[in-house]
């Protein structure tokens, strides 16, 4: 689930009353209509504060449309900040993003495309959103896609995050994968080595295996570069220039696809 909106507002309301008293300072200073209500033509002097407060209620009360533009122009402004960070970053960690050597691989390795998820095998959105990535590229023999651990939600999903990096080590990733996105319930321990057991991974091997110092470092990394990105829930996904979200439906998902095939081989 993406938090991203949710924090742009919080940030908007708690700059709010700044926003107010320099709104009312802009409006007090151009509006003459505003300074006539307090002060004849030959007055020069300030008004006192109180009266001053009370004419900027009076005059926002009156006129509570401005606020509504202020707002709307402060999350304008806040989108395209997050925009324009989140490109710069994405030039700059494309190779981590796309070419890590610890990030597991799944459709066609050799594909012209690459579509990169951030994922956390205890959010709910994840599994919804898996059979959509099946489709995704069981229609699309050239889409190359990258798995990035993201475990965001408790030492349950690191564990799980862990138990499918080791997993690669005995070559049946795709397999674990694939059946962590179906498990109902909480991923706990016990649910993550059932399932590793009932796809044939050597439970003790994944055990050793996760403990090695690789796993917790190529999580570090996954973790770093979504904040870079502004990835700040899961899932989320990077396909061409683009960054999405939040879950998505296979539709868009092939339309950022294909534009992504025609932005290069330009």
Request: charged share 25%.
């Amino acid at each position: 689930m993406n938090h991203l909106n949710t924090t742009g507002r919080l940030i908007g309301f708690l700059l709010l009353p700044l926003l107010l008293v320099v709104a009312a300072g802009a409006w007090y200073l151009l509006d003459p209509g505003f300074r006539a209500a307090g002060q004849s033509s030959t007055e020069s002097y300030p008004l006192p504060q109180g009266t001053f407060e009370r004419r900027v209620r009076d005059y926002l009360v009156a006129n509570p449309e401005v606020i509504v533009e202020a707002m709307q122009n402060l999350e304008r402004k806040q989108r395209v900040a997050e925009q324009t960070e989140s490109q710069a970053a994405l030039t700059e960690h494309r190779e981590e993003l796309l070419n890590s050597p610890e990030s597991p691989v799944g459709g066609n390795p050799q594909g012209d495309i690459t579509m990169v998820e951030f994922f956390d095998y205890n959010c709910s959105y994840c599994r919804q959103v898996a059979p959509t990535m099946a489709a995704a590229e069981a229609a699309d023999p050239q889409l190359r896609i990258v798995y990035k651990e993201f475990p965001i939600l408790g030492p349950n999903s690191v564990f799980a995050a862990r138990a499918g990096l080791a997993a690669r080590r005995q070559n049946l990733y795709p397999q674990f994968h694939t059946a962590m996105m179906q498990v109902s319930g909480s991923a706990d321990k016990a649910q993550v080595i059932a399932v590793a057991e009932e796809i044939g991974l050597d439970a003790e091997q994944l055990r050793t295996d996760m403990q090695d110092p690789a796993i917790d470092a190529e999580i570090e990394r996954n973790l770093a570069l979504a904040r870079a990105l502004r990835i700040n829930g899961t899932p989320g996904f990077v396909i061409g220039d683009e960054i999405l979200r939040g879950a998505s439906d296979l539709k868009t998902m092939q339309r950022l696809i294909e534009q992504a095939r025609k932005d290069q081989s330009r």
